[in-house]
């Protein structure tokens, strides 16, 4: 075997000491747990600079990300996924992989540097068109080593990039910080931007200099036809992530261009904050259900157990956390960020609404990745980003951010309903039984709030009144929700109670047949 088809020789050894399920799971628990900790050291930094930066900072920086995610080239080809279709690590795979991506990130430079000019003469802020120009040759640079986190993830070490990426998220906040400080905001956000990109950059080389030496030994090669390949099989792959990040940006360009940054950032923090209910069950709910579901794909009385099952417990997880959200807004705001950001509660009350139906969409996309629909995820984000493209602009000149907010909430609720007349096909999902209840539990607990407030009146400490509506929420939620279904209510609970403590599994296949 020459050189340039060797294989490096600690992907055998790792092959050889270790099983695949054992990698993959292993594996998986470091994505788990670099991405709680990324979500976490970002909850508390957010907080602390969002009540040192105004909100047009804020804007700023979303209006640059909607342009930076249009045009670069490395997101809309998903070149991870077709490295991952290789049986081997050779220097042609590598190679050809390494050239790809650096074309792909200078290109998308390239036409960020073209742009930059324009948005100036279209009337955009100037930060906004150098942000751009920063996040653009920020990838340009990563792609001079992604094809070295590509051949980590095939592999399935993702060990590596989640400590490197654990390290550099709290760093990368000392620059955002220092200059918030010193009454230079405007630079603060895009700092800590450049100081996440660097750090992961300088550590991720040390790491490869030291413990992947062995790619560097193959002889790297350009194979035109496997670059092809690469293209072809990635775009694919990535066009549903490219399309659903715009259904995700589009009302950040809407919004900013007839507008303005300040009140794009109101909505944008409003945004940011309406989806901490759906962080934490997204990550758990997306990574379980592709597997689940694609295991259950030729059963379909038991993958529509599971389904049911799924979309039942989202929606019973992300509605008391909205709640807690939509009762506490006028007092948790000015609370954790100031007074600066009070406008930002009404846009923040109707978004929440994004909180329950957004798990139940992705939970509905991997029903279809997992039944080996992929493209239906696509054509429905698609029909998602015309709804917000044509009632986005005509709301937005009506009723500003909250016009914005309501054909966001729109544009979601509408791609869950065509989602579930394309499931109905295949499945018969019971959406009444599995929405009625959450929905009117969460009716009787905002009615029952307005009553315990003229019982105990609304002055009180900002604290207080946090706790007490938070506990509300939560509390009168299972109650009302225990009373309307109370045998489906304690059966899915104790289902769920019994899969926590590890009881369950011996009876998982019984329970969903």
Do not use: C
């Not at 060990?159 to 490197?164: E, L």
């Not at 259950?296 to 389904?307: F, I, T």
């Not at 500003?400 to 909430?409: N, Q, R």
Request: proline share 4%.
């Amino acid at each position: 075997m020459n050189e340039a088809n060797a294989e490096p020789q600690s992907s055998k050894q790792s092959g050889a000491e270790e099983p695949l399920a054992y990698r993959a799971v292993r594996g998986g628990l470091w994505v788990v747990a670099g991405s709680y900790w990324s979500i976490g050291v970002g909850f508390i930094a957010n907080i602390l600079l969002m009540r040192l930066l105004s909100p047009s900072v804020y804007g700023e920086f979303a209006l640059a990300m909607f342009f930076f995610t249009l045009l670069q080239l490395r997101g809309k080809i998903a070149l991870n996924y077709a490295f991952a279709q290789q049986r081997a690590v050779t220097g042609e795979t590598v190679g050809t992989l390494f050239t790809v991506d650096v074309l792909l990130g200078w290109g998308g430079a390239l036409l960020a540097l073209i742009a930059t000019p324009l948005l100036l003469h279209w009337g955009y802020p100037a930060p906004v068109a150098w942000i751009l120009l920063t996040l653009a040759l920020l990838s340009a640079l990563e792609s001079f080593v992604g094809v070295f986190s590509v051949v980590l993830e095939s592999a399935l070490r993702f060990k590596p990039v989640s400590i490197i990426g654990g390290l550099a998220m709290p760093l990368s906040y000392l620059p955002a910080f220092a200059f918030a400080l010193s009454g230079r905001g405007e630079y603060s956000l895009v700092a800590q931007a450049v100081s996440f990109s660097l750090i992961s950059l300088v550590a991720g080389a040390l790491y490869i200099a030291f413990a992947q030496r062995e790619l560097f030994r193959l002889r790297w090669r350009y194979n035109p036809r496997l670059a092809w390949e690469y293209l072809r099989f990635g775009a694919v792959t990535g066009a549903g992530n490219y399309v659903a990040s715009l259904v995700t940006q589009t009302d950040n360009f809407i919004l900013g261009t007839l507008s303005g940054t300040t009140t794009l950032g109101y909505y944008d923090r409003a945004y940011r904050i309406s989806q901490w209910p759906s962080l934490l069950l997204s990550a758990l709910v997306g990574r379980a259900a592709i597997f689940t579901y694609s295991r259950l794909r030729e059963d379909q009385e038991r993958l529509q157990r599971a389904a049911t099952m799924v979309l039942w417990v989202s929606a019973n997880v992300a509605a008391p956390v909205a709640l807690a959200l939509f009762l506490s807004a006028p007092d948790l705001v000015p609370l954790l960020f100031g007074a600066q950001w009070t406008p930002a509660v009404p846009i923040l009350r109707v978004l929440l609404l994004l909180a329950i139906l957004r798990p139940m969409w992705e939970n509905v996309g991997a029903l279809f990745i997992g039944s080996g629909q992929p493209r239906r995820v696509i054509e429905i984000s698609l029909v998602q980003l015309l709804i917000l493209a044509l009632i986005g602009a005509p709301l937005t000149l009506a009723a500003g951010a909250l016009g914005m907010a309501i054909a966001a909430v729109l544009a979601v609720a509408g791609g869950l309903t065509l989602a579930y007349f394309m499931l109905r096909r295949s499945l018969t999902l019971d959406m009444r039984s599995i929405l009625a209840g959450p929905l009117l539990a969460s009716i009787l607990t905002v009615g029952a709030y307005w009553l315990l407030v003229r019982l105990i009146g609304s002055h009180h400490p900002l604290w207080f009144a946090v706790l007490w509506k938070i506990g509300w929420a939560a509390a009168g939620f299972f109650l009302f929700s225990a009373l309307i279904q109370p045998a489906l209510f304690r059966e899915r609970i104790g289902y769920v109670w019994r899969l926590l403590r590890g009881r369950a599994r011996e009876n998982l296949g019984e329970s969903l047949s």
